[in-house]
């Protein structure tokens, strides 16, 4: 029912190719001792004007679909870098697509979410923090991390370096090459989104 999400996921798209220009995403190669699964999303490209947030919610969809594909995962743990986000990239955000990826985290994803870890974060953390927290329940609010550049120490703490890309001080490569990669997954899992679409649209139809 959330067309802009869901639909037309081909990694191979004007629009989304633009997208992955702009942001990194990527599932990190390692796992945790208990079988996390660990996801990482940030900016490459720091000029607003280029961020298209229907296209980055799209994506991060994918990748949470393309963790759950194979070997699922005992949980998820997701790390933010909001480094390079300015107000202005709040100005893209739309709230009802806040609402309906949310809700899809919250009640409807196959994996269950462990931890939230949203990094270098300056002045626009809590102003972001304020649009998302009206459709957080309470135990995912929970379990929510805020930390400003000078506290990635505590953030080690949480997310040992021997999981991390070399960008952030830690052993697995650079987060450069782990986009690639990704995105070298979503082109193998092309087949799976357009079936899974149809399937979706099928299902629609009949009960219409």
């Known amino acids: 029912m959330a067309p802009e999400l869901f639909t037309e996921r081909r990694v191979n798209s004007d629009q989304l190719q633009k997208q992955l220009n702009v942001g990194g995403y990527c599932v990190l190669p390692c796992r945790t ?5 660990i996801i990482v999303v940030r900016l490459q490209d720091s000029n607003y004007h280029n961020f298209n947030f229907e296209s980055h919610v799209k994506i991060i969809c994918m990748l949470l679909d393309s963790v759950s594909y194979d070997n699922p995962p005992d949980g998820l743990i997701s790390i933010l870098d909001m480094q390079g986000t300015g107000i202005m990239h709040l100005s893209c955000i739309k709230l009802r697509l806040v609402r309906i990826f949310t809700r899809y985290v919250q009640e409807c994803l196959p994996l269950k979410l462990k931890a939230v870890h949203l990094i270098n974060g300056g ?3 809590s ?3 304020s649009m998302f927290k009206p459709f957080l329940k309470r135990e995912v609010k929970e379990m929510m991390d805020l930390y ?4 990635m120490d505590l953030f080690y703490e949480k997310c040992p370096k021997r999981l991390l890309p070399n ?3 830690g052993d697995m490569p650079c987060m450069e090459t782990l986009n690639r990669n990704q995105i070298a ?3 193998d899992l092309i087949g799976y989104f357009e079936a899974e679409e149809k399937q979706r649209k099928t299902k629609l139809d009949l009960s219409i």
Do not use: E, I, P
């Open 33 to 37: 001792s208990d079988n996390c699964a």
């Open 123 to 125: 002045s626009v953390l």
């Open 127 to 129: 102003n972001l923090f």
């Open 148 to 151: 400003k550049t000078d506290d």
């Open 167 to 169: 960008d952030y001080g």
């Open 185 to 187: 997954r979503f082109n």
